[in-house]
């Protein structure tokens, strides 16, 4: 994590803007701040003690890099396809610079080709976002019955749609009574995917 992001982060935990922070410490426009959130520059000494004492931190964990890099396992298959049993099994996995670290991220390989048209083949690893909810139109992995698959989420009033990337399928449409019978729920939101030639 760089300084830019560690101070980004402080801030927003105090929920002071920009431009409040900039004029506690006299400056005249935001943009000195945005320009250290951004890693385009460095706050001098005397503003670096300052900030550390109203984030409560020390200087040097103010400027301490800590890698994001982490080992993410590739847990089984997901269906692009209908849907197949979700077993979670090993199979590999990737040392990857995570978004951030407070959720769990895996990776599931794909079989089937109902997603093609969002450019995910068969043989391609998604990279998934551990989350329990998506928002209207991203791409999840959704667990049905027991069963995994890959598709676009779509909400209709009390009813979910899962849309595939491929014109030679239909979406399906659950209602609400569907969801609660089936037991369909959301594993995960598809931030991008490995691909395999």
Do not use: C
Not at 87 to 98: H, K, Q, R, S
Request: hydrophobic share 40%.
């Amino acid at each position: 994590m760089s300084l830019g992001h560690r101070l980004r982060q402080y801030r927003k935990e105090k929920s002071m803007s920009q431009e409040e922070l900039a004029d506690m410490l006299g400056y005249k426009s935001f943009t000195t701040i945005q320009k250290w959130e951004k890693d385009q520059a460095v706050p001098p000494i005397h503003v670096l003690e300052r900030l550390s004492r109203l984030f409560d931190t020390s200087i040097s964990d103010l400027l301490a890099e800590t890698s994001t890099r982490r080992k993410v396992p590739i847990i089984g298959v997901v269906a692009g396809g209908a849907p197949i049993t979700a077993v979670e099994n090993w199979i590999d996995e990737y040392e990857v610079e995570l978004p951030d670290l407070h959720h769990e991220y895996f990776y599931l390989r794909v079989v089937g080709d109902s997603m093609i048209e969002a450019r995910i083949y068969p043989g391609d690893d998604l990279f998934v976002r551990k989350q329990s909810s998506v928002n209207h139109g991203e791409i999840a992995v959704v667990l049905i019955d027991q069963e995994a698959t890959v598709k676009r989420i779509l909400f209709k009033g009390d009813s979910i749609i899962l849309k595939p990337e491929n014109s030679k399928y239909e979406p399906v449409i659950y209602s609400s009574q569907d969801i609660e019978l089936k037991k369909i729920q959301i594993l995960g939101k598809v931030l991008h995917n490995r691909i395999t030639f």
